[in-house]
């Protein structure tokens, strides 16, 4: 029985889709949850920025007394893997679990896998990917224009901008048996990419694979314990970002957050 919160984390809104699956896994836990609000988006970033930033972001989160760390960032989740394992406290990203989730998925039909410009550039899921399902097509999309939309606002379902960028990333995914969601913030948006997708192609969301894994961890550790409590720590405008999440958490986080200075990106 451990009462400290554990620690989640992404550049902004994206992580949310983990925390709240977090949340129906485990009501209990305390959360302290750092959205970089004022360095996002993470995608559009060169792997040595994106190393820099990974250090930070644990170092900020093992300094809140964290007893675990959820990594809710696909990017760096494929471009740091190394870093995560070497954290102090145990950690997680949605790389491992996201893999184990799309090796179940039954037939010989192609898997897709839509993510941040960086995460696929880094080719780490896509490897991953081939190493589990031999003989399977895989088809790696990036999809830079979706987490500059959602952080401002396009997230509604029959927004024209959204709908155009969903249409045109989930062509090359028609014939997919599933497609995974690699990048957090897409959970967000699911509506939207569901629309340009046959009903029976799966999609599994790697936010939902690392919160999986995080209880897996704790129950694994004799480390559950809390009472629900929340925290949310912000390097960019707090008034954004409790509005966003708030209504995607769809209850409001007033009071619970506070600002954190933007770190300098030191290469
Ligand atoms: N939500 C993150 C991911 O899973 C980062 C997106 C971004 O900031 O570009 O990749």
């Known amino acids: 029985m451990d009462n400290r919160p554990i620690g989640v984390f992404d550049s902004g809104l994206g992580g949310l889709t983990a925390l709240r699956e977090l949340r129906r896994l485990m009501p209990e836990e305390n959360i302290v949850y750092f959205g970089d609000t004022g360095r996002l988006p993470y995608g559009e970033k060169s792997r040595e920025q994106l190393r820099c930033m990974a250090r930070q972001d644990l170092e900020l989160l093992c300094g809140q007394d964290v007893k675990a760390i959820l990594v809710a960032c696909g990017t760096l989740s494929s471009n740091t893997p190394d870093l995560l394992d070497a954290c102090a406290v145990p950690c997680s990203g949605v790389l491992r679990p996201s893999i184990e989730a799309m090796a179940r998925i039954p037939g010989t039909g192609p898997l897709g896998i839509v993510a941040t410009a960086a995460t696929i550039r880094s080719g ?9 399902c031999p003989g399977r097509e895989i088809i790696p999309v990036p999809c830079p224009e979706l987490v500059p939309l959602i952080e401002s606002g396009h997230v509604e379902a029959d927004d024209p901008l959204l709908l155009d ?8 995914l028609r014939q997919a048996s599933a497609v995974l969601l690699g990048c957090t913030h897409y959970g967000i948006v699911e509506a939207a990419l569901r629309r340009f997708l046959p009903e029976d192609t799966a999609l599994v969301s790697a936010a939902a694979c690392g919160a999986g894994a995080i209880r897996h961890i704790l129950e694994s550790r004799d480390l559950l314990g809390g009472k629900g409590e929340e925290r949310y720590l912000v390097s960019g405008d707090p008034a954004v970002f409790e509005e966003g999440a708030s209504r995607l958490l769809g209850r409001s986080i007033a009071g619970r957050v506070f600002r954190t200075p933007v770190m300098r990106i030191t290469l």
């Open 124 to 132: 780490a899921f896509e490897r991953a990917l081939r190493q589990a």
């Open 165 to 172: 960028a969903a249409r045109r990333y989930t062509a090359p």
